[in-house]
């Protein structure tokens, strides 16, 4: 992960893994700096659309809606810190070399502001291949490829 001045870089892991058929996708998350968080990516029936739900160890959580629009995934929602709450914009960008390019807009200070960028590379044998930081899949998340979703659940 490098920070948004791009001077200091940390590393970060995450772990995704499908539950239930596939119906839903876990994921944790884990750094040198900050606190680790667990999330969970599902359908929602009522706004027939893919929604996240992101939980801290230090009591901060995100809910949040994705999209898919020409190749690039986003997640926008509201995060809310123990002090105060704001949107959020996140986006996923998958290059040909396979690095997964992850970068964060938040809008706390009134106009949005570009924050964190983080690029993942798939571990291969239990050895990351170089780069900043890097992802560790279970399983994928098989429902963000879908195009026409089902009101009863994400399986495809």
Known sequence: MTSPDRRRSFSV???FEALWDGSVVRFQTKA???SPSEGYYY???EAKQVAVLILNARGVHRRGTVSVRDG???VEGRIAFPERAFDYRNTFELRPDGTLVDRWFQNAFGDWRPGHVVELKARVGGTPEPARTSIRPTSPPRFLA???PRTEGVRP
């Open 13 to 15: 892991e995450r772990r």
């Open 146 to 148: 879908r195009r026409s």
């Open 72 to 74: 690039v995934i986003t």
């Open 32 to 34: 040198e700096v900050g």
């Open 43 to 45: 359908w929602d029936r």
